[in-house]
């Protein structure tokens, strides 16, 4: 399948080739990021939750390309009036060429996706899908590693409710990689993820503690626990600060490991590491805005 | 029919729902709402030898011609079933339940923060079917998996 008009709901429905043509157009976006490409084109941004760098980048990445973006704010609009996500969504759809979505709720991305006849992206909804997010993450080993495969991967927080960290394990794992699932149990992954990486073949061990494998590692994806998706808050209580990644953990680490995190940071990720060789989350956050400049434009125009 | 269902009598008039997974007959009367109905005489064989299946269940139902709604619930639990019609002692028409790939309208998806439970919303569940015997679900929407027991659970909750 191409890239043209194509919806963009989980990273499962990327293949590694997909992959491969979106980082190629990233790379060009990297090089030069001025093009009226997308003039005359307008993005509607639908955001029913928290956003900074998801709807900001994808708002900036819009402009770059010449393109116009209105932003539906939840707060604001009828749906305070109790109007339906169905009706916004048909409204929107006519105000726009394309959609980028983000909810609370599973499913809500695939729900647009049936309602608009534009294209839609998902800009994460609810635990499990945060596609875009996953590709940056991709981008960012690819660029820094110079590979996807034959790494060994620690993915440490919350994969429970972590829709990056789940996005993330799912896109690594259609490569050939040795993967660490560490996360304190209450955290760790749900049984459908397990046997989902299961039925992938994918090589995983799962453990509670940072420590043991840390040596091992070329690549440390730190999350953040997800407070907003605890059903019950005592049970977050229990994690809270449950782990901490810092200078102190990361002294057994090979030389030239990179610390990932989709961002934001709470307080498991040490300001002391932004200044060393092995942050990388900055670095992710701009390479965001390249590769949502490359999907809207292989989306839009094919190219 | 096999010359085992020859050890229950013949009906006259009604149905008899064949190739039902052996130790799921009980469960294909609640389902199907039969335990209610005092007015239909219900005959059950279980652990019936069977060439296709190795061991089955066997109903019969007198003077009842099942809904066709109830049919594609009855897949979910005996997708080999086959139902028999009979009248006059006949088999009047015979049919094979069909499993189809997506199960629309039926159930609800277990996730209560899944687009398809929201309310105020026009959306209706759609399931992609993993695996047939034992059943295994997949939401469309927020991908979660949905098993036999849930289902059965959710069925018979229903009645």
Known sequence: MGWKSRDVISIDDFTKEDLEILFKKTEEFEKSISSNLLKGVIIGNIFLEYSTRTRISFEVAAKKLGAEVINLVAEYSSIKKGESLYDTLHMMDVYSDLLVIRSPIEGTAKFAADVCKHPVINAGDGYLNHPTQAMIDLYTIRKLKGRLDDLKVGILGDLRYGRAAISFMFGIAKYSNKLYAISPPQLSMREDVRNKLIEAKVDFEESSSLDKVIQELDVLYVTRIQKERFPDIAEYEKVKGSYRVDLKVLQNSKRDLIVMHPLPRVDELSYEIDNTPMQAYFKQAEYGIYVRMALLSLILRGE | ?159
């Open chain 2, 1 to 159: 029919m096999e010359e085992v269902e020859m050890k229950v009598a013949k009906i006259r008039n009604g149905t008899v729902i064949d190739h039902i997974p052996s130790g799921k007959a009980l469960v294909v009367l609640r389902l199907l709402g039969l335990t209610k109905k005092v007015e239909n005489t219900l005959t059950i064989a279980m652990n019936v030898k069977s060439k296709k299946l190795g061991v089955k269940d066997i109903i019969k139902v007198e003077n009842l011609e099942l809904d066709p709604s109830l049919v594609s619930i009855l897949a979910l639990i005996a997708p080999m079933a086959t139902i028999n019609v009979i009248r006059d002692y006949k088999v009047y028409e015979k049919s094979k339940v069909v499993l189809p790939e997506y199960v629309e309208g039926i159930l609800k998806c277990p996730n209560p923060t899944c687009i398809s439970r929201q309310q105020n919303e026009p959306i209706v569940s759609k399931f992609k079917v993993i695996e047939k015997s034992p059943l295994k679900l997949q939401c469309m929407y927020c991908y979660r998996y949905v098993y036999e027991n849930e289902v059965i659970e959710q069925l018979v909750e229903g009645k």
